[in-house]
Nanobody, 130 residues
Framework: QAHLVESGGGLVQAGGSLRLSCAAS????????MGWFRQAPGKEREFVAA????????YYTDSVKGRFTISRENAKNTVYLQMNSLKPEDTAVYSC???????????????????????WGQGTQVTVSS
């Protein structure tokens, strides 16, 4: 049974930084594309970033490009989301997700879709004050 656990959330002032971590267990981590999603109060969950199996390819939603960086350490079964220049509109519960169903030709188009993912973490709260 796969298990994903996020950590690193918290309260930060606008312009500040946070680094989220997601530790995976119960799966062969290097065989999974990993993603980060977020859900703000009263809004739908949205895609934030995804990373390929070896970390060679990354994908971001437009609103975080240049501010957020997704990375992974397969030896530690962990994916990270470095968030810089945070804005109040980044406030949300951030969740990591894993999928073993994507391939080289589908990762770009399918990794932003919630339905592509097999496993989800519980989420960690990020609050950015103005």
């Amino acid at each position: 049974q796969a298990h994903l656990v996020e950590s690193g959330g918290g309260l930060v002032q606008a312009g500040g930084s946070l680094r989220l971590s997601c530790a995976a267990s119960g799966l062969t981590f290097s065989r999974y594309v990993m993603g980060w999603f977020r859900q703000a109060p009263g809004k739908e969950r949205e895609f934030v970033a995804a990373i390929s199996w070896s970390g060679g390819s990354t994908y971001y939603t437009d609103s975080v490009k240049g501010r957020f960086t997704i990375s992974r350490e397969n030896a530690k079964n962990t994916v990270y989301l470095q968030m810089n220049s945070l804005k109040p509109e980044d406030t949300a519960v951030y969740s990591c997700a894993a999928t073993g169903r994507l391939h080289q030709i589908t990762i770009a188009t399918m990794s932003p879709r919630e339905g592509s993912y097999d496993y989800w973490g519980q989420g960690t709260q990020v609050t950015v004050s103005s």
